[in-house]
């Protein structure tokens, strides 16, 4: 049974959400005249049929090519305001929101117009629509160890407005040990840790061990692999870690949403979260996500619940607030049940 207007309504955590990725081809174009930038299409419409990806790989390139007109802080005020405005419309209590500020820097925008803009409006989306929301620092593995860790050293005086740092963008030929000392200086500034570990890739167990003992990760992005290799499997568990796993994003980057995987990971009591990845580009944000999850496997509201539950566990928030949101979907549950239209439903 399909549970599409219990997932709508219920209180969500969105932890794998690149800021980058929620640019709308209308935003996209209204910003491209509002800053006289030239883009190869002409039309809203064209802007969306540019979209032509089947990797991580081809992605990439639309994705970067796009955020040519991102340009002032008023911009990323815009981008990140559009976001939150839609999370809360999805009912999103809290989001952990990716940022990628070198592929910004590496065009000449300053990094204080960036965070300054998407700061803001986490302030405002706060107060408007009672989203919360923090920023997560991704380093781009396909530039230098060395840019890296002249990011890192420039987010320092920003260091109270980003909860963590993150790995993202072309993982081929970019293990994380080449970051190790990028990594292992941001923990020392209290930054808290994940990486991705995207779908299929090259070397992925290897990736994913380095992840695990030598970035010492906090969490996991994607990360799907790891349960091919019991070793991983185990080790994960054994330590706690959270996935965030992105099943539309699957199943453009490859040809699977990797439903398997995640019912995998729920049997084995994994702390797997469902999230959009880049959803102006995958055409979904977290609800439709958890929407086609659940339809593909036919998961009862329990384990579309345990997606959530798990999701406010692992946040990287105090534990009172933690505690907040996990009574919020409690509540939620319990109304859901006791309004059920009938017996069958309420089994559900
Ligand atoms: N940047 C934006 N989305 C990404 C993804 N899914 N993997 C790696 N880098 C990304
Ligand atoms: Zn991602």
Avoid at 12 to 34: D, Q, S, V, W, Y
Avoid at 94 to 105: L, M, R
Avoid at 112 to 125: E, K, Y
Wanted: negative net charge.
């Amino acid at each position: 049974m399909a549970l599409d207007a219990f997932i709508a309504g219920m209180p969500k955590c969105e932890l794998h959400l690149h800021i980058e990725g929620t640019l709308e081809p209308e935003l996209k174009m209204l910003l491209a005249e509002r800053n006289n930038v030239r883009m190869p299409y002409r039309t809203v419409e064209e802007a969306r049929n540019a979209y032509n990806f089947d990797s991580l790989t081809s992605f990439l390139v639309g994705y970067y090519e796009s955020m040519n007109v991102l340009l002032t802080e008023q911009d990323f005020y815009d981008l990140a305001t559009a976001y939150l405005t839609k999370a809360a419309s999805q009912n999103v209590r809290y989001a952990e929101i990716f940022f990628d500020p070198q592929a910004h820097t590496s065009r000449g925008v300053p990094f204080d117009i960036v965070i300054r803009g998407l700061r803001r409006a986490i302030m405002d989306g706060e107060r408007l629509h009672g989203v919360r929301a923090q920023l997560i620092m991704c380093f781009l593995r396909d530039f230098s160890a060395e840019y890296a860790m002249a990011t890192l050293l420039e987010s320092l005086p920003y260091r109270e407005w980003i909860v963590g740092v993150g790995l993202d963008s072309d993982e081929r030929g970019n293990p994380p040990v080449k970051f190790e000392k990028v990594f292992a200086r941001a923990r020392r500034e209290g930054y808290l840790l994940t990486a991705h570990c995207d779908i299929d890739q090259p070397d992925t167990h290897e990736h994913i061990r380095q992840c695990l003992d030598v970035l010492g990760v906090d969490r996991i992005d994607h990360g799907s692999n790891a349960l091919e290799d019991e070793w991983l499997t185990e080790e994960i568990g054994r330590r706690g870690l959270g996935f965030t796993v992105c099943p539309v994003s699957n199943g453009f980057v490859t040809s699977d949403m990797k439903a398997a995987e995640i019912r995998r990971m729920l049997d084995l009591g994994l702390k797997v979260t469902i999230n959009s990845d880049d959803p102006a580009y995958f055409l979904a944000y977290v609800t439709e996500n958890l929407q086609a999850v659940q339809r593909k496997l036919d998961l009862t509201r329990d384990e579309v619940l345990r997606f959530e539950r798990n999701a406010f566990e692992i946040a990287w928030l105090p534990r009172a607030a933690k505690d907040a949101y996990l009574a919020e979907l409690d509540e939620y549950a319990a109304t859901a049940a006791a309004t059920a239209a009938t017996p069958a439903d309420a089994a559900d």
